[in-house]
């Protein structure tokens, strides 16, 4: 996985404040649902009966864990990386198999840059997740993912 992460022992001395708002805004989210996934997933493998909402953590863990694989010499902008972790970390990824969605990353991202360059544009130059951007960001997942179903 490129970025080699490990919610648990990874230290920075600059920690977050070399980060843009908008990271910040879906990295904390996404550290959190990162620690917990492997957490249950180690519990999980005694066997026990699980909840629904335990399911759900473990499935979108898996799907977090995916979308950090990255390729080599395939580098993504900031915007780029923005966007595909608050597509998922707010479950709009939760219905797409594991084993789909980094052609499902790939596919949306190329729908922003051809669709709706401005949402990529406005989180490049102010580094954050405006109100009115964000309502454009949700209504073009929610408009890419009615192209894939």
């Known amino acids: 996985q490129r970025p080699a992460i490990n919610a648990g022992l990874s230290v920075s001395r600059v920690g977050s404040a070399a980060q843009t708002k908008a990271m910040k805004k879906v990295a904390g989210k996404m550290r959190l649902e990162a620690a917990q996934f492997r957490e249950l997933a180690a519990f999980t493998q005694f066997g026990s009966d699980l909840d629904q909402d335990t399911k759900n953590k473990l499935e979108r863990g898996k799907r977090l864990m995916e979308i950090l694989k990255q390729g080599q010499y395939a580098p993504m902008s900031m915007a780029e990386q923005v966007i595909s972790f608050f597509a998922l970390t707010n479950g709009y990824l939760d219905n797409v198999p594991v084993d789909n969605i980094l052609a499902v990353e790939k596919n949306l991202l190329e729908y922003l840059r051809n669709s709706h360059e401005s949402i990529l544009q406005a989180i490049t130059e102010t580094g954050a997740i405006a109100d009115d ?8 997942i929610k408009d890419f993912l009615l192209t894939i179903n």
């Open 133 to 140: 951007i964000n309502e454009q960001l949700i209504g073009a």
